[in-house]
């Protein structure tokens, strides 16, 4: 995948089953972690301080809002994945990444999911806000055209 993230994750022994076969929860949250490691590698974070226009530091943060998930094949304890993260849609608020997970080029599952730049305020409630500027162009150069791979 072109203008792809990648992030290499070995399967553990608590991300299976009996039998071994990684659970289908575990892969959601194999998908999460490479998006974690993505804003890392912004300089960035999935829970972030930054000063308002106040002057006062306000947190944000990136609940799911929708998650669709593919699976084509299972994936064993020791296994080494290969998640590649790209951006399908950046909008104002919110942004949709396309992951695929696999095993030396083997299919093991596929999704999008699509997040909400959200501010968290003093009780705790979440409110939708414009995604940081700096971060948006960063998220730029994962963006996937609508003739590229999707």
């Not at 949709?96 to 501010?119: A, H, K, L, W």
Request: proline share 3%.
């Amino acid at each position: 995948m072109q203008n792809a993230f990648h992030f290499k994750r070995r399967i553990e022994f608590c991300d299976t089953d009996a039998a071994g076969i990684v659970h289908f929860s575990a892969l959601m949250q194999i998908a999460e972690q490479a998006e974690h490691a993505l804003l890392r590698s912004l300089g960035t974070s999935v829970l972030i301080s930054i000063p308002s226009e106040s002057g006062a530091t306000r947190m944000l943060t990136w609940p799911r809002v929708r998650v669709e998930t593919e699976f084509h094949g299972a994936a064993r304890f020791e296994d080494e994945l290969d998640v590649s993260l790209q951006v399908s849609r950046l909008g104002t608020k919110s942004v949709t990444y396309i992951f695929r997970m696999t095993r030396s080029s083997e299919p093991i599952c596929s999704g999008q999911t699509t997040n909400v730049c959200c501010q968290i305020d003093g009780t705790g409630r979440m409110t939708s806000v414009e995604i940081p500027s700096r971060l948006k162009e960063q998220l730029q150069s994962y963006v996937v055209s609508n003739s590229g791979p999707t």
